[in-house]
Each structure stands twice: as structure tokens, then as C-alpha cells.
């Protein structure tokens, strides 16, 4: 149930046992028919994972759990364990990048390494420690940045080179990148960000984006729409062409309505769908994006769902929460979104 700009503070049930009030702190108050569910429960696959990442084709997905197992899972439903490394220690934590081929770990003892587990090879580290942000350019090089000295680095994973080392203004929170590489954004706190060309060249710009901490940015397929994530509640978005320095820059559309803060964005390959990662009631939010409006609530497990794919295909959905748990969903068919919407008009809340 949503409908609360701001968060929900109180909540009161009356003695129907089918009546909800609620208070949010802007001094909102709705009156929500409990028996009339307004969520999808269709239900995912749940998989124990430190971290994963979809195979190129997303015909398997890549996994590595907390006792250091490194798996390819295959099948229908990604069920189906075929581990081809151990790491040999209990992992801290874990990134997959370039679609599974490297891994970088840290185990519980401190240590950290990074593997490339195409050619079996391990690699150099970067020697500064775990960054707390980490991306993968489209040259393949490692994005990091470590807030202790407010430092980022691009590096190249193979032949340990640093390519730029700089110090971003209002820190790195989130990265995105077209996918032809012609447009990538660094964007820190504030909504501060470095829009980069194909050329090279750097442009300052900064969105109209309250206080930004736990952030993700996207580009979609064709390159038109910026999609960010908001700690203040909501996603945003922006056409690429006003992208521009010199003024804060509002979006053209804010996608409102969750129950808490959105942590992940991502595109459908096709770029007609929008989802965002939240909570394990509102695990993935799917949006249509020319109308902007939301067309299905997929609920899940855990919390704070950091991480959230389309496979390539756009035929499965996975999202990664903050407990360890990897929620996968087959992305529903146009019946099932149609009986959703449905069942929506049918059992609409009453305030």
C-alpha cells in the first residue's frame, strides 16, 4: 500500500480488523481497506550469495557465497550449482565485474584480492585497501573511490596501471555509463557530478537532488534518460541533452510513492520499463517509462535491495538486499501485468 510522499511515522488499526490509518510526517493521514491487497505476490527465487553478477548472455549467473564457493548457476531458475573456485576463507565482501569474469574479495582476515576468472589468473590489488564505491568503465578498467582521503581512481585491472586519479568534488556515490560508452556520470553528495564524453571531455553538472548518500545512476539503453535513485524517497529523471553546467538541473519526472528510500535503478534492455530496487515488501517497483507510471510491485526478502538487473534477455529480474540474499523473478508476461493492473482498479484503497 502506498500513497505517503514522505515517511510513514504512525499507524493505527481499527477494531473492523480491516481498517488502517496512517500519519506520515508532512501531517498526511490515509485510510487504507487492508483486505483489498494492492501487491503482486508473485513469488522469486531466493539464493544466498555475498555477491553475483548475469553471465553476457544470461543464460547463468555467477555467484560467490560467505564460505568462498565461486559458482556458475544454470537452469530455468538458476538452480543448478556448478562452483569452479574456492577462494579458501570466508568472505567479507565481494564484487563481480564485467559481466562475472573478475572478482575482487575481501576476506574476514582483512586481506583482499582480485581475480580474473576468465584466464584463472590472479591480479594486484590496488594496494589502498576496500574502496567503498567500485564500478567497471567500459574499457574494463575498475572506477574506486575511498572516502577516508576523498580520492577516486580509474585503473586498469590487468596491467595495474592507475589511468586518473583525482579528488571529486562532494565525494562518488554512483556511476553510470551509456551503453556505447559515448556518456558516462560520476555523481557524489549534493547531486554533484563530472559528465564525460567520448572525447574526453568534462563537464560539471549538478541535479536538483536533495542531499544524496545512498545513490545509484543509470543511463537507459538508448542513451536519452538518466535514472537516479534518491535516499529522500524517490527516482528522478533527466534527458541526457539538458545535462548541462551552470544551474541545478530539476528532473523531468519523479517517480514518488515508496514506503522508504529506493536503493537501485536499472533499465529493461528495450528501455520501455524502469525498475527500482527498495525494500522486501516492495522489493522491485517496475515503472512504464513513457507514462511514467508504475505497472507492478514485486515483493521479496531482506532489506535495502542494493542491487537490481534485468538479464540481458530482459526475461529475468534479480535483485541482491543488504541480508545476502539474491531474489530472482521471471519478468511477467503481458497477461500477468494486465490481470495486475486488474486486480489494482478492482481493490483500489480508499483514503
Known amino acids: 500500500m502506498r500513497g505517503h510522499e514522505h515517511e510513514v511515522s504512525q499507524l493505527a488499526l481499527l477494531r473492523d480488523n480491516k481498517t488502517l490509518v496512517s500519519g506520515a510526517k508532512d501531517g498526511s493521514v490515509y485510510s487504507w481497506d487492508t483486505s483489498a491487497s494492492r501487491e503482486n505476490d508473485r513469488s522469486s527465487i531466493t539464493i544466498p550469495v555475498v555477491n553475483w553478477d548475469f553471465a553476457p548472455d544470461g543464460e547463468a549467473i555467477a555467484t560467490v557465497d560467505r564460505r568462498g564457493q565461486v559458482a556458475s548457476r544454470e537452469g530455468p531458475d538458476y538452480q543448478e550449482a556448478r562452483p569452479f573456485r574456492e577462494i579458501g576463507g570466508e568472505v567479507a565482501e565481494a564484487r563481480f565485474a564485467d559481466h562475472g569474469r573478475f572478482l575482487s574479495y575481501r576476506l574476514s582476515d582483512g586481506s583482499i584480492s582480485i581475480v580474473d576468472l576468465q584466464l584463472n589468473r590472479r591480479l594486484q590489488p590496488s594496494g589502498k585497501g576496500w574502496a567503498n564505491f567500485s564500478a567497471m568503465t567500459p574499457e574494463h578498467h575498475y572506477l574506486l573511490y575511498f572516502s577516508s582521503n576523498n580520492e577516486a581512481l580509474e585503473r ?196
Do not use: M
Open 156 to 351: 586498469d585491472p590487468v596491467t595495474n596501471r592507475v589511468v586518473k586519479s583525482w579528488h571529486p568534488v562532494g565525494g562518488l556515490t554512483a556511476y553510470a555509463a551509456t551503453g556505447d560508452g559515448r556518456l558516462r556520470l560520476t555523481l557524489g553528495r549534493n547531486g554533484i557530478g563530472t559528465l564525460t564524453d567520448s572525447n574526453r571531455r568534462e563537464t560539471q553538472v549538478e541535479l536538483d537532488v536533495p542531499e544524496v548518500t545512498y545513490a545509484c545512476a543509470c543511463f537507459s539503453p538508448d542513451g536519452r534518460l538518466l535514472a537516479v535513485a534518491s535516499e529522500f524517497g524517490f527516482v528522478g529523471l533527466w534527458t541526457t541533452e539538458d545535462l548541462r553546467p551552470g544551474r541545478k538541473l530539476p528532473p523531468i519526472a519523479r517517480l514518488e510513492g515508496f514506503t522508504l528510500s529506493p536503493r537501485s535503478v536499472a533499465f529493461s534492455p528495450d528501455g520501455t520499463r524502469l525498475v527500482a530496487g527498495g525494500e522486501s515488501v516492495e522489493a522491485v517497483r517496475i515503472f512504464d517509462v513513457d507514462t511514467r507510471q508504475e505497472v507492478l510491485t514485486l515483493t521479496g526478502s531482506g532489506q535495502n535491495c542494493w542491487d537490481t538487473q534485468f538479464s540481458p534477455d530482459g526475461n529475468v529480474l534479480a535483485s541482491h538486499n543488504g541480508t545476502g540474499e539474491l531474489n530472482l523473478w521471471r519478468a511477467p508476461t503481458w497477461e500477468e501485468i494486465r490481470a495486475a493492473e486488474a486486480n489494482e482498479r478492482a481493490g483500489e484503497t480508499v483514503r
